[in-house]
């Protein structure tokens, strides 16, 4: 079939800015469809079942994100050593990523399972989770975690396919599956009344299926980067670099969702319609995002590229035209989001409460996201030379220990819903500021030490 036939980009010849355009527009696309899972969700659940429904589905969101963060860091520091190892031509050891990456994979699905199914107790109530949320955001967290095998498989097969350069595929399996979801979430909770628990199982549902999409290509696939079902297993020396990258990767992602669980638990202080008014601002929140995730995403599969073969001064051109694509790209998506907010909250609840703090979140929080694609683009840049413990400070300290530390100082001196809401651009000032230092003081000069050392070209 066409829609399996492979489309992987050598990203170290051509128009950089073309190239990034191409590789990340799919991306973006790829991302507003698998955003449309929890949002779907939030809509559907907000306007047939209650707004304590939406404020449930809403906030396990930081929850779900923490082990998802934690997989993440996993699975960028498999996709930085694919590409590198893609961009130097290195077939054998391309071919030994991959089934190491599997293999890691099996064992993680198993494990976060386990972990997500015995935490959602323990992290609701660590959220201070009102009593009249609690009952339905324990049901739909355990059934989601129950079925997150899917989602992290696809998550990785996805991420396989943009490492050697191909974001095209799996955007075709993620709107097939986001379309089934929708269908889905629309039966189980408005047809047959299963009521917040029919959303969950149409999202689980659904995430499997867009898993078993991109795994059959990858084992059809007669490249050198398909998965071997007899080869699958652990290189120890490929396994050491990927969690040399990865894990500083996946203590930042998690450790910054926990982050965001306390954040969630100063929201949770404040009444049910200002919970509603937060989870519908997240959900739009979540879609202006999605572009510098896209650009964060091409840089780092372009500048692992390059720095594989050893094109040092390409690789850094490629952060630059990202910042100004994403910069001129933020300014349109934002505009819109900003002038139509209220009408943008009414698709999550009616509510004329729930629509004045929705309205009131979007319109004071998002204009810091400009900021946001200077750190996004350049963390990108940094996890493609394998630079990620550096990301990991930074953000830790941004995301984790100011951010922390403001929002405390901001409840104590009862500053009221508006001063903790700006706990999260507050983090984002703080980390394009010092991630922008460290990049041009530091990070070049040790890439070039680095690719020295490893022998890649230079």
Sequence with gaps: MAVF???????TEGSIPRLLI???LPLMIGNIFQQLYNTVDSIIVGNFVSRQALAAVGCTGPIINTLIGVFGGLASGAGVVISQYYGAKDRERLHSAVQTTIALTLVMCAALTALGVAMTPFMLRLM????????EASTYLSLYFWGISGMLLYNIGAGILRAVGDSTHPLYFLIFSATTNTILDYLFVKVFSWGIAGAAIATVVSQFLSALLVLRMLIVSRADYRIDLRAIGFDRAILRRICAI????????????????????????????CMAGWAAYNKLDAFAFLPLLGFSMAVTTFVGQNYGAGKLDRARKGPLYALGIGTVLMI??????MIFAPSLVKLFNQ???????????????????????INQVYSGALRGVGDTKATMVIMLFSFVLFRQLYLFTAYRLGG????????????WVMCSAVILIYYYRFARQRAIRRAQSEGLGV
């Design 5 to 11: 036939q492979r489309k992987d980009t050598d990203m």
């Design 22 to 24: 191409v590789f990340a």
């Design 128 to 135: 201070a989770t009102p009593e009249d949320v609690i009952g």
């Design 246 to 273: 990865g894990v500083p990767s996946s203590l930042q992602m998690g450790v910054t969702a926990v982050s965001n669980v306390f954040v969630q638990s100063y929201i949770n202080r404040f009444e049910s319609s």
């Design 332 to 337: 349109v998506i934002l505009t819109p989001m």
């Design 351 to 373: 509510e004329a409460e729930v629509v004045a703090f929705g309205t009131l979140f979007i319109r004071l929080i998002s204009p810091f996201y400009l900021l946001c694609t």
């Design 416 to 427: 009221g819903i508006v001063p903790i809401a700006l706990g999260y651009p507050s983090g």
